[in-house]
């Protein structure tokens, strides 16, 4: 009978008892009943199975959010902290960094005033050195001693050296302790006004085209999107250090570099991706990037601030967010998102 149309619980079952029992039209009607109803189970079972795995992956989903949010509350507390940390060590710093560069520009100029006097007692000494008498010889001498004793010709020679490394060292500081003070400086002073993100894009490209021309081709896709309130200069130096990170990364990349930037609208965002194909983020430097002074750049080349500046920015000060999706030696994309309300552009906090 009906075998191949059985359920598979229901055909070993009849197949254990009743085997060898006549199947009249009444049992025939019972077991087709009977296999309607575990046909019918299974497909209720198979559909709470869907509901439970669709509700767990829900529930994966929202605790991924909710770490996501946490991380990112825990992200916001530390940068607060640290922006009036460095406030006060940035005040603190610049006022004797101040100094210190003035006085040593004053002796620089000092130096050339005794190198000057070192020249004239030099063409002394040569002409000295032509007379033919005794004291004459004898001072020579001395000053010859003299000059040996106390390294005149090295420190001659050094002393520019020194003094140029010395003014590149502090004005390294002096880059550090601007980019701390810009960092830690909240809103009161900047204005928020009507920006036109794709002219910002626009201008800091211009400002960063010597170090991008070398490295990079740039892709401008720029979309039409409505203005947005903002406090410019800042989101131009969010742009600056997002640019000038590709472009290191495609520096190091060593192959054709491509940057792509890209505005438009979406959700409700005004959004800009900055898009490279350099070396990409390994997967565990991620979560550190944001922090500030995490750098992967060689001393002297990299403060390790430019990004943290770049969210106290977009997050602290315009509520926005910044995403990164990186794959490493492929590229890296940040894309910064400014949240609209209704079509109006959310003033930011
Ligand atoms: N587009 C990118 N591609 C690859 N790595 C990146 C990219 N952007 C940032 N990084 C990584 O994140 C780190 C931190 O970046 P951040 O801009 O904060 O500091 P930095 O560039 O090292 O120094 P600076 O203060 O001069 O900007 C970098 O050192 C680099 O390792
Ligand atoms: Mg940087």
């Given at each position: 009978m009906m075998d191949d149309t059985l359920h598979r619980l229901l055909k070993r079952q009849v197949e254990s008892h009743l085997n060898g029992v006549e199947i009249t039209a009444e049992l025939k009607n019972f077991i087709?009943?009977?296999?309607?109803?575990?046909?019918?189970?299974?497909?209720?079972?198979?559909?709470?199975?869907?509901?439970?795995?669709?509700s767990s992956q829900e529930y994966n989903e929202n605790m991924e959010k909710i770490r996501t949010l946490q991380s990112q509350l825990v992200q916001q507390e530390k940068m607060a902290g640290i922006g009036q940390l460095s406030a006060g060590i940035a005040?603190?710093?610049?006022?004797?960094?101040?100094?210190?560069?003035?006085?040593l520009d004053t002796l620089k100029k000092y130096l050339d005033k005794i190198k000057v006097f070192l020249e004239t007692l030099?063409?002394?000494?040569?002409t000295l050195q032509?007379?033919?008498?005794?004291?004459?010889?004898?001072?020579?001498?001395?000053i010859h001693a003299s000059r040996k004793k106390n390294k005149i010709d090295v420190i001659y020679d050094d002393i520019d050296d020194i003094i140029g490394e010395s003014i590149a060292g502090l004005s390294r500081i002096e880059k550090i302790v601007?980019?701390?003070?810009?960092?830690a400086r909240t809103s009161i002073n900047s204005e928020y006004e009507e920006y036109d993100l794709n002219k910002g894009i626009k201008d800091t490209l211009a400002i960063a085209n010597n170090e991008i021309k070398y490295f990079a081709n740039v892709?401008?896709?720029?979309?039409?999107?409505?203005?947005?309130?903002?406090?410019?200069?800042?989101?131009?130096?969010?742009?600056?250090?997002?640019?000038?990170?590709a472009v290191h990364a495609i520096k190091e990349a060593s192959q054709e570099g491509i940057l792509t930037l890209k505005t438009f609208e979406k959700?409700?965002?005004?959004?800009?991706?900055?898009?490279?194909?350099?070396?990409?983020?390994?997967?565990?430097?991620?979560?550190?990037?944001?922090?500030?002074?995490f750098t992967t750049k060689p001393v002297g080349m990299g403060t390790g601030l430019g990004l943290s500046i770049a969210y106290d920015i977009?997050?602290?000060?315009?509520?926005g967010r910044i995403e990164v999706e990186s794959e490493l030696g492929k590229g890296t994309s940040f894309t910064i998102k400014f949240p609209t309300k209704g079509g109006q552009i959310c003033d930011a906090k």
């Open positions: 087709s009943a009977v296999n309607e109803a575990y046909i019918s189970q299974d497909k209720d079972r198979s559909l709470l199975e869907r509901s439970i795995d669709i005040h603190e710093i610049n006022n004797p960094l101040g100094y210190t560069q003035s006085n030099r063409n002394f000494e040569s032509l007379e033919n008498n005794q004291a004459a010889q004898e001072l020579i001498t001395t601007k980019s701390l003070l810009g960092f892709v401008e896709d720029l979309g039409a999107i409505p203005s947005i309130k903002v406090t410019g200069s800042s989101i131009n130096q969010v742009l600056l250090n997002l640019i000038l990170n959700d409700g965002s005004i959004c800009c991706r900055i898009t490279d194909n350099g070396i990409g983020i390994p997967k565990e430097n991620l979560d550190h990037i944001f922090t500030p002074f977009i997050i602290n000060k315009h509520s």
